[in-house]
């Protein structure tokens, strides 16, 4: 089994920016990607970004482009997501995610092991 967990969520004034983390800790694969996904209350949750095992593919959603970027650490079997000129529609809560198969998938179906989320609230 693989846990993860996350880090850094808050509640932050627009324009303003949080770092959260995401930490992989049990099993351990070879060349697997990981993600960040965000959920809003009543909404479905949605791919934010993806970031491939050497860290060199990442992929965003089109409403996080240009604000938010994703690193990782494969070494410390960390990922990382870096929010700038947050908005108050990116409040929601936000989950860490790896997928085994090392695709840079948009779908949450394509990911295997999830955190429990961190609480992110920009406020107008």
């Known amino acids: 089994q693989v846990q993860l967990v996350e880090s850094g969520g808050g509640l932050v004034q627009a324009g303003g920016s949080l770092r959260l983390s995401c930490a992989a800790s049990g099993r351990t694969f070879s060349n697997y990607a990981m993600g960040w996904f965000r959920q809003a209350p009543g909404k479905e949750r949605e791919f934010v970004a993806a970031?491939?095992?050497?860290?060199?593919?990442?992929y965003y959603a089109n409403s996080v482009k240009g604000r938010f970027t994703i690193s990782r650490d494969s070494a410390k079997n960390k990922v990382y997501l870096q929010m700038n000129s947050l908005k108050p529609e990116d409040t929601a809560v936000y989950y860490c995610?790896?997928?085994?198969?090392?695709?840079?998938?948009?779908?949450?179906?394509?990911?295997?092991?999830w955190g429990q989320g961190t609480q992110v609230t920009v406020s107008s």
């Open positions: 970031i491939s095992w050497s860290g060199g593919i990442t």
């Open positions: 995610t790896l997928d085994t198969l090392g695709r840079l998938g948009t779908s949450r179906h394509q990911y295997n092991y």
